[in-house]
């Protein structure tokens, strides 16, 4: 919502003052430029991002304009978390392996959904506890493989913005591109009427002002807002690791879940309160079944 609200403020604002100044909105239509610059664009992020980048590029926009991860999602990532930690303590990890083997049929992992949506996640949390239940591996043996994990899933996340930053910084350029073309155009018709000469130099001025509007009005900041929003669903991974390592070592279910509850900043960190509140729920579910 705060991206379309942006949006709609960046063309009030410019769009506002350049009438209260005395200008012609129609004198800003100038379609040749609005092509000379979008085509060359889309054209060079082409041939500078690879099919799979520019695929995730249009998923991440999407992305911007839903609601990110609130702190009812890591309230029940956490729940989620403990009752697998407190199985793991009661039965030994070995009792975990069905879970992940078919987790849409989990009679735990069924219950968070969102969670299931998240196939990284998913993924992640699976092969962290399958290589746990192998064994043979050190603390900072698994701390090191979970972080080069996240590390690799993070760089991949980050590439779209970085493509569209690297699209971003050569609009001016290609507004200015589009304004050499215009004043090639006016050099053509210099033994024209002034009317004819002013109407084609203001045409090639509005191209470098398309550049320079679409680049720091529009491009940056959405790369911005990707890039925000990957470093905040880095944290539900993060999450998960602290938890896992913490149960690794040997702590009590309700301990690891702190460590893990811990991680997360405080807009989406619930309360130490809230989250023994769950934690109760859970014991009181298993002992009725």
Do not use: W
Request: charged letters at 15%.
């Amino acid at each position: 919502m705060l991206l379309i609200v942006g949006i709609v403020i960046v063309l009030v604002s410019v769009a506002g003052g350049y009438l209260m100044a005395g200008g012609h909105m129609l004198l800003l239509l100038q379609p040749s430029e609005f092509i000379i610059i979008g085509g060359a664009a889309a054209g060079s992020m082409m041939i500078s991002t690879p099919p799979k980048v520019l695929a995730k590029l249009l998923k991440q926009c999407q992305g911007t304009l839903k609601p990110g991860l609130a702190q009812q999602d890591f309230a029940d990532l956490l729940q989620m978390m403990y009752q697998l930690f407190r199985l793991a303590q009661q039965t030994g990890i070995m009792a975990l392996e069905p879970h992940f083997e078919n987790p849409h049929q989990s009679a735990i992992l069924a219950k968070f959904p969102k969670f299931l949506s998240r196939h990284h996640s998913l993924a992640f949390l699976s092969d962290s506890i399958k290589v746990i239940i192998v064994g043979g591996m050190q603390a900072h043996d698994l701390d090191a493989l979970m972080e080069e994990d996240l590390q690799v899933h993070h760089e991949d996340e980050k590439s779209p913005a970085a493509a569209l930053t690297k699209v971003a910084d050569a609009l001016p350029g290609l507004g200015i591109v589009a304004a050499v073309l215009g004043i090639v155009i006016t050099m053509q018709a210099i033994d024209g009427p002034p009317e004819e000469i002013g109407h084609h130099v203001g045409a090639a001025l509005v191209g470098t002002f398309l550049g320079i509007l679409m680049s720091y009005g529009f491009a940056q900041p959405l790369a911005g807002a990707i890039e925000q929003r990957v470093q905040e669903d880095g944290r539900y991974e993060l999450c998960m690791k602290a938890g896992v390592m913490a149960t690794f070592k040997g702590l009590p279910p309700a301990i690891a879940v702190e460590f893990a509850r811990r991680v997360l900043p405080h807009d989406v960190r619930p309360s130490f309160e809230e989250t023994e509140k769950l934690c109760r729920a859970t014991r009181s579910e298993q002992a009725a079944a």
